[in-house]
C-alpha cells in the first residue's frame, strides 16, 4: 500500500476523510520527512504506517471546526507536529511554526514551498522570548503543542501565547490526568482554565493517549513567561 492509501484508510478509523490533494500533500510531507531524517534527527518513527498514525492522525486530532479562518502557534513544532498537518488539513487556518532549531525550519520551509501551502510560517525563537515579543504576546486564537514538557511547564510557554478568549490545547500522553492535577495552578497563575480533557484513541493503539484543552480566559501576567531555562527548574504552582 502507498502512504495515501495507509493514510486514507487509518484516517477512516479515526473519523477522518481526505481529499485527493490532500493525500497528494501529507504523501510529499512523509517523503520529505523520512529522507531528511536520514541526515537529520527528526523523528524516531519513519514506518509508513507508524508516520500515518502517530504522527499524521494524531496531529490531527486536534482539529476543530472553528479553527477555520482564525491564527494558530505551533510551540515546539519539531519536525513540524500538529502544525503541518493542521494547515495541510484545514487550509483556511493560519500558522505559525515556532522552534528553537534554525535547521528544522529550514526543513520545514521546504515542505511549505513543496506542498504549496500559504498562510504558514517559520519562527525561529525560544518559547520564552515568543511569548515576551509583542509580535507573538496574546495574539493566536490557537496554541497547540505536542511537546514532552509536563503541563504545568508547557502552559507557560504556551498561554502567553493565546489571545484572551482563545485556547491552548496539549496533545499529551498517558499521565495527562497527573499532569493535569499537578498543572492546574500553573495554568490558573497563567490566565488559564482547564476546560476539558479527552482519551483519544489511535487507530491500532491503546496507549491512553489525551487531548486536554485550556481556555485563555484572563491576560497572563506580565512577569511570565519567565527567562529561559526556569520553567523547567522551577514549575510554577510545584509544592
Known amino acids: 500500500m502507498t502512504f495515501a492509501e495507509i493514510l486514507a484508510e487509518k484516517g477512516a478509523e479515526a473519523g477522518l476523510s481526505f481529499t485527493p490533494l490532500q493525500l ?13 531524517n536520514k ?19 494524531d496531529s490531527l486530532l486536534a482539529y476543530e471546526a472553528e479553527m477555520a479562518g482564525k491564527t494558530l502557534a505551533d510551540v515546539g513544532t519539531g519536525a513540524g507536529f500538529p502544525g503541518v498537518p493542521l494547515k495541510i488539513y484545514c487550509l483556511e487556518l493560519k500558522v505559525t511554526l515556532i522552534d528553537s532549531l534554525g535547521k528544522r525550519l529550514r526543513f520545514l ?5 513543496e506542498l504549496g501551502l500559504k498562510g504558514i510560517r517559520c519562527e525561529h525563537l525560544r518559547a520564552e522570548d515568543a511569548g515576551r515579543d509583542k509580535k507573538h504576546r496574546e495574539k493566536y486564537d490557537y ?12 502552559s507557560e510557554y504556551c498561554l502567553p501565547l493565546a489571545k484572551k478568549g482563545g485556547q491552548f490545547i496539549a496533545l499529551k500522553g498517558s499521565k495527562f490526568a497527573e499532569e493535569i492535577t499537578e498543572g492546574e495552578a500553573a495554568v490558573k497563575i497563567l490566565g488559564g482554565k482547564i476546560l476539558s ?8 493503539l491503546d496507549d491512553g493517549r489525551a487531548i486536554i484543552k485550556i ?7 506580565a512577569q511570565y513567561p519567565r527567562k529561559a531555562g526556569t520553567p523547567e527548574k522551577q514549575p510554577l504552582g510545584a509544592k
Open 24 to 36: 497528494e500533500q501529507f504523501s510529499r510531507y512523509y517523503e520529505l520527512l523520512v529522507e531528511t
Open 39 to 57: 541526515v537529520m534527527n527528526l523523528t524516531a518513527i519513519t514506518e509508513p504506517e507508524e508516520v500515518a498514525v502517530k504522527h499524521m492522525v
Open 109 to 113: 520551509q521546504q515542505v511549505i514551498e
Open 143 to 154: 496554541v497547540t503543542a505536542r511537546a514532552v514538557a509536563r503541563l504545568s511547564v508547557l
Open 197 to 204: 480533557a479527552e482519551p483519544v484513541k489511535l487507530p491500532g
Open 215 to 221: 481556555a485563555k480566559i484572563k491576560s497572563t501576567p
